[in-house]
């Protein structure tokens, strides 16, 4: 049997999603979360061969625990001969790591040293990968940045209008996150779409729970929503993407909250939930618009029209726009939010098909304008296929 398979770790801060891949076939071969990492019901849920399967935790069983009985699983499958190598999708690589790297006490280091700028996301991914060198001692570890692909912005893009010794002494400038899915998603549209990779301006938005758009010129990230945190720019799911800065010193002067409560109130309770106060999920938040809940409606308008003004807002670094992308499970699934943008951005050229809109749901990629260029794409991300290939790639190098 050859060996081509890389175990990618995606370790958060109560959850760890795992998959194995086969970078020669790109079959996924076994996939799972583990979830309620620490709390009461911990619990691994996997697939594997088509079936669904459940491992139960004992109560408080965290990371360490979780990974010890992924690998006894991986074992028990008979899948750890063939590994090659492990990858771990690490929230914050800060300004240290533009690209994707073999994990070694260097590397580990910065990705401690910039835990400040990640203090949920880089400690979890920490605890990940020190779990997974003691289990796969032999194995090499790579690390995979979601924030790697947007270090090609220029100054006039990442830096905020604040002293530049905050950004000097502290690192405060946008970094931008979801870098792993934008690069995935802007390459395949390349590719289906035929687009020059040296004459090429592409916008995608990738909409999940957490949504932010990306500029993409000539392959390189020029833009994008997100900022020092995944909490700036577009309205997502619980969190309020930009407000006036202001409004934290309103609440906090006037109202007496919290800074904790503040970042609690932006983080959790605020977009798509905080607007409709039903749900942060899209689904049912779709569904109760149709039966008429006005601030379910209300929170889609808002939503929709945010994601059409930051699109629009990306033709100027672009200077034009040739495609338009959706992924995320947002953007690969709700034509109503599709329907809904493209019409705000005809001015631009973008004419959208009803059928092949609704054609392309559910996993289904396809083009849903009418009119070619610019064209409106919906392209399934797929992060777990770039940190297998980039691990794989780097662990031959070794
Ligand atoms: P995450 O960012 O956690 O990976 P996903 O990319 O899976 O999340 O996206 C989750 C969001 O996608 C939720 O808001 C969910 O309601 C939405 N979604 C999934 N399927 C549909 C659908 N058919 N219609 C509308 N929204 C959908």
Redesign the pocket.
Known sequence: MSSSHVLVLNCGSSSLKFAIIDIESGAEVLCGLAECLAEQHPLIKYKYDGAKQTITLNEGDAHQIAIARLVELVKHLGLDEQLIAVGHRVVHGGEHFTHSVLIDDNVLQAIKQTSTLAPLHNPANLLGIEAAKTAFSTLPQVAVFDTAFHQTMKPQAFLYALPYSLYKNHGIRRYGFHGTSHYYVSTQAHQILGLDKNNSRIVSAH????CSVTAIKNGQSVDTSMGLTPLEGLMM?TRSGDIDPGIFAFLVNQLKYSPTQVDLLLNKQSG?LGISELS?????I?EAATNGHEQAKLALDIFCYRLAKQIAAFAVPLAGLDALIFT???G???D??RSNVVSQLEFLGLQLDNNKNLAA??GQQGVITSSNSPCAIVIPTNEEWVIATDSAAIAKEQ
Not at 207 to 210: I, M, Q, S
């Open positions: 909409l999940g729970n957490g799911g798509l942060n999920d899209c689904r049912t779709e995320g499970g947002i690969e699934n709700s109503v939010i749901r559910f």
